[in-house]
């Protein structure tokens, strides 16, 4: 088994000249865009040596380029301000943008589509909306160029960072900045949200990455310094840690509090963009006309696995200055700060308009250029295919017989599906199957005669489960909305009000049982009086998750609500306590009401259920002692 934990995957010539910008598709990591001052977007799968495709119609040389969240669209800018977005499962031309007076520094698009944000060297940050073809607004603020810029996962904010060491917060709904963030000490060049906290990550030429509570509006933590500026920072999918890529290093960071898990040599140079692809960190960088892809093998490096001791064969991947960790550590949640919300509605939310870029614009050479010139040369069909074209799902019955091929003559049949053995005959006569098997044998005479009539009588069976789970269904959109991250309470009062104990059952099942942190006395003493009815259901899996949720609390909180209840009374008036006492006192009433059910219930079960059952009531009893 190899011990390297970082390697040269590949080296290939992207451009016939010099190379100026490159970007890694981040759902898939495997996917590749380079820019180059030939005025061309090519198109590269990671593993393939051989261009994919090759995308035309700048007029000046390539500044940035930006996938897609589904990597089925690419916009590039170039040095002359403009921006063209390409379609790539059609191979062709969306939009061309413009409104910049200066080359493109940065681009993103929005969460839900139809919008991009741009940044540029002339300190402008621009929303623009692709299906009017137009800027819709200009955020004004920084006194440097913009070097990155992204918008928030639920949408509601944009994030830029700029030249003047200012990471600037913009309110899409108002239109607005929201906050300006000050801590670094050189220009800022990269910016990252974390994947579901309220957390900001920025890195600097300082050197630096600061972490910053966009609910707090406060800087957490300041890593410590690299030997080099910050050049691509990324969040592990969990966020747990972050990358930060220097020329030639990766260190691996967390930030409550601030600590270096593991640094290691990479020597990928002055990386460009940053991806994960399962277990593996991908990292690009480019010098002239060629361009290098590296490959971090995440399942050895800290905390995520046990870095090997540094030998012979794998000197060059560790770091002078050993990892701190020896074993996988994950980062504790702290539970104190909020997550983003992820909501389509934020997508159908009209923007504020600050200013319209329509009239009294010059426009650039591209956009003075003919759409003839706007060009997707695939050069190798194959791998196109494969990567960017979506494959054709199989068709359904349902759709064969809609299509036109459906309604031809039998006689023209046997073309189209070769050596096949057809049945032709009317639809309204089922093959090989007699209707009145599946029909009630009580009373033969009144049997439906017309095909409405008899799917009418099968259908009367199943309509009142259709309903419940109508019903259910509904019921559950009303809890998702209900639900905050920052109070489960409210969420589980409305699951509660629903009446339905199938939907408490999957919030206890699928939520609270594998996430024990979210439990408290409150939670307790609203969930208790329940779990009783679902200890007592005829459902054995409702049983089970009962049980479950039961064990939770007697293991984590059986001893508090013992102490409480039989502490003696103290002077003076504490309300913190008295609510205390009475949260334990429900709890305590209820899981005795629960010890009696067991009795009743235990020589009605067998097996893992009847041990469950002992196991409770042996917790149970030791709220007597």
Not at 5 to 14: C, D
Not at 234 to 259: C, I, K, M, N
Not at 509 to 517: A, G, K, P
């Amino acid at each position: 088994m190899s011990s390297r934990r970082s390697w040269k995957h590949q080296e290939f010539v992207a451009h016939g000249s010099k190379v100026t910008c490159a970007a890694l598709g981040k759902k898939s990591g495997r996917v590749l865009a380079t820019g180059g001052e030939d005025m061309k977007v090519n198109m590269w799968s990671v593993d393939k040596p051989n261009c994919i495709m090759s995308l035309s119609g700048h007029q000046t040389p390539i500044a940035c380029v930006r996938f897609g969240p589904n990597e089925d669209l690419v916009v590039a800018g170039s040095q002359s301000g403009s921006l063209k977005v390409w379609d790539l499962n059609q191979a062709k031309i969306v939009r061309t943008l413009t409104g910049h007076k200066a080359a493109v520094k940065s681009l993103d698009f929005f969460p839900y589509g139809e919008y991009l944000a741009s940044a540029a060297v002339d300190s402008l940050v621009k929303l623009w909306d692709l299906r009017r073809k137009g800027c819709i607004m200009t955020y004004q603020g920084h006194s440097g160029p913009v070097n990155s810029l992204k918008f928030s996962p639920d949408a509601r904010w944009l994030v830029s960072a700029s030249d003047d060491t200012t990471v600037r917060l913009w309110d899409l709904s108002a239109g607005k900045e929201l906050r300006q963030f000050s801590g670094h000490y050189g220009p800022v060049n990269q910016i990252e949200y974390h994947p579901s906290e309220y957390l900001l990550a920025s890195g600097s030429n300082d050197r630096t990455v600061n972490f910053w509570d966009l609910e707090k509006f406060a800087l957490v933590s300041a890593s410590e310094a690299a030997t080099a500026q910050v050049r691509a920072i990324l969040f592990h999918p969990d966020g747990e840690v972050l990358f930060s890529a220097t020329q030639d290093y990766l260190h691996v960071f967390s930030w409550e509090p601030s600590r270096t898990h593991d640094t290691l040599v990479v020597g990928w140079g002055k990386v460009a963009d940053i991806a994960i692809s399962q277990d593996e960190l991908l990292g690009i960088s480019y010098q002239q006309g060629s361009v290098q892809v590296h490959v971090v093998d995440l399942k050895q490096v800290a905390p995520f696995g046990v870095p090997p001791p540094p030998t012979r064969g794998n000197a060059s991947n560790v770091a002078a200055v050993s990892p701190e960790p020896q074993r996988p550590i994950r980062r504790p949640p702290t539970g104190t700060r909020r997550n983003f919300v992820r909501s389509a509605s934020t997508a159908t939310k009209p923007f504020c308009r600050l200013k319209e870029e329509t009239e009294g614009e010059a426009p650039s050479a591209d956009e003075e250029g003919n759409d003839i010139t706007n060009r997707a040369d695939i050069r190798s069909p194959e791998e196109y295919r494969q990567v960017f074209q979506q494959p054709v799902k199989p068709k359904s019955n349902n759709a064969h017989r809609n299509s036109p091929a459906a309604h031809k003559p039998a006689a023209d049949l046997p073309s189209m599906v070769g050596n096949m053995n057809l049945i032709t005959q009317e639809f309204s006569k089922p093959s090989g199957l007699n209707v009145a098997d599946f029909l009630p044998k009580s009373d033969s005479r009144s049997a439906p005669k017309s095909a409405r009539a008899l799917c009418a009588k099968l259908q009367e069976g199943h309509l009142t489960m259709v309903q419940v789970f109508t019903s259910r269904l509904h019921n559950l959109e009303v809890v998702r909305a209900m639900w905050s991250p920052s109070s489960i309470r409210v969420g589980l009062t409305a699951a509660i009000d629903t009446k339905d104990q199938a939907i408490l059952v999957d919030i206890l099942d699928h939520v609270l049982n594998h996430r024990t942190q979210l439990w408290n006395l409150e939670v307790c003493a609203l969930l208790v009086p329940h779990l009783k009815n679902i200890v007592g259901s005829k459902y054995d899996a409702h049983v089970r998750v009962g049980c479950d949720s039961l064990k939770i609390i007697l293991k984590n909180f059986g001893d508090v609500i013992k102490s409480s209840v039989g502490a003696s009374s103290m002077g003076g008036v504490d309300l913190s306590r008295e609510e205390r006492i009475e949260k334990c006192r429900i709890c305590l009433d209820h899981l005795l009401d629960v010890r009696r059910l067991l009795e009743e219930k235990k020589s009605q079960v067998s097996g893992k259920l009847s041990n469950t059952f002992r196991e409770l009531k042996v917790l149970i009893d030791r709220l007597d002692c």
